[in-house]
């Protein structure tokens, strides 16, 4: 009698099987998001004309500085924002494995 009990927990047993954990896979950034884009063109900046009238002068340098300025920001802040992902995507793949 005791093998009517077996023969009904083996069917249980089939099913229970099929249900462990799966292992799981991680699915991985391409390399190509794991680097930087080139730095940006620096902009053409006016001639500066040392020989002409202070006014003059000025004016000139303060449109340089201005396009310099805006120009030295925007590429800190896309360096930086790059360079966050980078290291980001980077400290993913070596947590994966790769």
């Known amino acids: 009698m005791r093998l009517t009990p077996i023969l009904l927990l083996a069917p249980a047993l089939l099913l229970a099987s099929g249900c462990g954990p799966r292992p799981v896979r991680l699915s991985l950034p391409p390399p190509e998001l794991a680097t930087c884009a080139d730095e940006p063109q620096a902009p053409e900046l006016p001639a500066q004309d040392w020989a002409a009238a202070l006014d003059t002068v ?24 790059c360079r966050a992902k980078v290291d980001g995507l980077k400290a993913w793949r070596e947590r994966a494995g790769r």
């Open 58 to 81: 000025m004016a000139v340098q303060r449109q340089r500085d201005t396009m310099m300025l805006g120009y030295t920001l925007a590429m800190r802040g896309a360096w930086g924002d």
